[in-house]
Nanobody, 119 residues
């Protein structure tokens, strides 16, 4: 199993970024997938979930209305569209495979992609 995030970078407040997570080594379409972030000096924070088919999505209150999770099962890729970014969104963003149908039990993680929101 491999998960590889990309798309992070430096963006000004109010800007947008789109993160991608390329999955391989398993049947991607069978699993819930999640985005989890870790801000500098802080613990892990769940950001968003998407069910295996992509029809159900869930968001932390801190990102609701600004972030959109999606997936392309034909391309084995998970996405996170981030709009109206704030300095407090600065973090290392991980994608993770949820082995528990949305209960937050992650068995595989990517290495993360860094998002920095700063003027």
């Amino acid at each position: 199993v491999q998960l590889a995030e990309s798309g992070g970078g430096l963006v000004q407040p109010g800007g947008s970024l789109r993160l991608s997570c390329a999955a391989s080594g398993f049947t991607f379409s069978n699993y819930y997938m999640s985005w989890v972030r870790q801000a500098p000096g802080k613990g892990l924070e769940w950001v968003s979930d998407i069910n295996s088919g992509g029809g159900n999505t869930y968001y932390a209150d801190s990102v609701k209305g600004r972030f959109t999770i999606s997936r392309d099962n034909a391309k084995n890729t998970l996405y996170l569209q981030m709009n109206s970014l704030k300095p407090e969104d600065t973090a290392l963003y991980y994608c993770a495979r949820d082995q528990s149908w949305g209960r937050g039990e992650y068995d595989y993680w990517g290495k993360g992609t860094l998002v920095t929101v700063s003027s």
